[in-house]
């Protein structure tokens, strides 16, 4: 074999070499930038008040006032209630604990209400009046949306019915 092709094939894998060996250097970053899970413990919880006398909240992700997908704690107190009220996104409710009883409609109507158990999910549509009560006892459920989001008081609904 003649010396220039030894030479090129020195030059050819020695390039191969180097684009490989760029490779891992350029995506070893990436990869160590990956989000890490983030554990949320309820003792970290931040609970805020919410049109609701009895209704507290908590943000667990994102941020329901910007651009994206947040979730949200809402603790019920025992006989605690939410008028009827709308959001503009989707909500995909969970019941973490206690028995939410859930109704749908303008008027707060306990003959309405459908008991919701731990575990029980509830996909309420954007803009739909709906209403609950904790009437068992302490209830909280885990809320999830697109945000920006609100709660509008349903305008013929009195907060503290």
Same mark, same amino acid.
């Given at each position: 074999m003649n010396a220039h092709i030894q030479a090129s094939r020195k030059s050819l894998g020695a390039a191969v070499a180097a684009s490989l060996l760029s490779v891992f250097v350029l995506? +070893? /970053?990436a990869c160590a @930038? @990956? /989000?890490e899970a983030t554990a949320v413990l309820p003792e970290s919880l931040k609970w805020n008040p919410t049109p609701f006398p009895d209704v507290t909240v908590a943000i667990v992700a994102g941020n329901p006032m910007a651009?994206?997908?947040y979730a949200i704690f809402a603790k019920y107190r025992a006989g605690g209630r939410s008028a009827p009220h709308t959001h503009p996104? @989707?909500?995909v409710v969970t019941v973490l604990s206690g028995t939410y009883y859930s109704g749908l409609g303008a008027v707060f109507d306990e003959t309405k209400l459908r008991p919701l158990h731990s575990g029980s999910v509830l996909i309420v549509p954007a803009n739909t009046p709906h209403y609950a009560l904790a009437k068992d006892g302490e209830t909280v459920v885990q809320e999830v949306g697109m945000g920006p989001t609100a709660t509008n008081i349903w /305008?013929? +609904? +009195?907060?503290? @019915?």
């Amino acid at each position: 074999m003649n010396a220039h092709i030894q030479a090129s094939r020195k030059s050819l894998g020695a390039a191969v070499a180097a684009s490989l060996l760029s490779v891992f250097v350029l995506t +070893a /970053p990436a990869c160590a @930038q @990956q /989000p890490e899970a983030t554990a949320v413990l309820p003792e970290s919880l931040k609970w805020n008040p919410t049109p609701f006398p009895d209704v507290t909240v908590a943000i667990v992700a994102g941020n329901p006032m910007a651009s994206g997908m947040y979730a949200i704690f809402a603790k019920y107190r025992a006989g605690g209630r939410s008028a009827p009220h709308t959001h503009p996104d @989707q909500r995909v409710v969970t019941v973490l604990s206690g028995t939410y009883y859930s109704g749908l409609g303008a008027v707060f109507d306990e003959t309405k209400l459908r008991p919701l158990h731990s575990g029980s999910v509830l996909i309420v549509p954007a803009n739909t009046p709906h209403y609950a009560l904790a009437k068992d006892g302490e209830t909280v459920v885990q809320e999830v949306g697109m945000g920006p989001t609100a709660t509008n008081i349903w /305008p013929k +609904a +009195a907060v503290n @019915q």
